[in-house]
């Protein structure tokens, strides 16, 4: 009797541990989701455009996070030609239903193309990108200019929606025991 009483311990123990690997893997996913959507929802877009001693004017542009690390290369237009807002289209994938709106912003010069994306725009951001460009391209007293590209909307509602639950839970089970023993059913 006594045997089988401690055969019965064990195998609480045993899932008991279970569950808690269980919880602490589930808990590491989520606190690594939570920092990808951290550095998805902290890019920011930095263009910075010189007007060279010729008059041509040259502009480069990169994502960073949170408007210090860059994640991406740096890309170069010279001689910039035009700056125009461009067309972005997307389909609801159930009703099919095309949605467009002018929140890109292209850059085109002889060396290539610059796309400031709807990722950091939305329409009024974009066309006050444009205006702001088209001011530097036509005013030839300025030799410099530098814009960082946000889209409010997605930084705040990452930052304040998406990610907060995901970090909150993902270091709850990590670290607080008495939430993986409420799960298992001994927690009061």
């Known amino acids: 009797m006594n045997r089988e009483k401690h055969k019965t311990v064990d195998k609480r123990d045993e899932l008991e ?7 602490s ?7 690594v ?12 877009q930095r263009l910075i ?19 210090i690390i860059a994640t991406s290369e740096i890309e170069m237009v010279q001689h910039v030609v035009s700056v ?5 289209c997307q389909t609801h994938s159930e009703t099919l ?5 002018l929140n890109t912003v292209e850059i085109s010069g002889k060396s290539g193309t610059i796309h400031v994306s709807q990722d950091f ?10 205006n702001k460009l088209k001011d530097f391209l036509e005013d030839n007293s300025q030799a410099h200019i530098e814009i960082t590209s946000w889209n409010e909307a997605i930084l705040l509602g990452g930052f304040l929606c998406a990610i907060p639950p995901f970090l909150i839970f993902g270091i709850l089970f ?3 025991r008495s939430v993986s023993l409420w799960i298992a059913g001994k927690g009061k």
Not at 97 to 101: K, P, S
Not at 121 to 129: G, K, Q, S, V
């Open 121 to 130: 725009l939305n329409e009024e951001t974009a066309m006050e990108l444009l």
């Open 25 to 31: 893997i589930l808990g590491g996913i989520f606190v």
């Open 49 to 67: 455009c010189n007007r060279l001693e010729s008059g041509t004017v040259d502009c480069s542009g990169r994502v960073y996070f949170l408007n």
């Open 174 to 176: 990590l670290f607080n």
């Open 33 to 44: 989701f939570a920092l990808c959507m951290i550095v998805y929802f902290g890019r920011n």
């Open 84 to 88: 125009q807002r461009k067309t972005s």
């Open 17 to 23: 541990n279970r569950t808690v690997i269980g919880q």
């Open 97 to 101: 239903e095309t949605r467009c709106i």
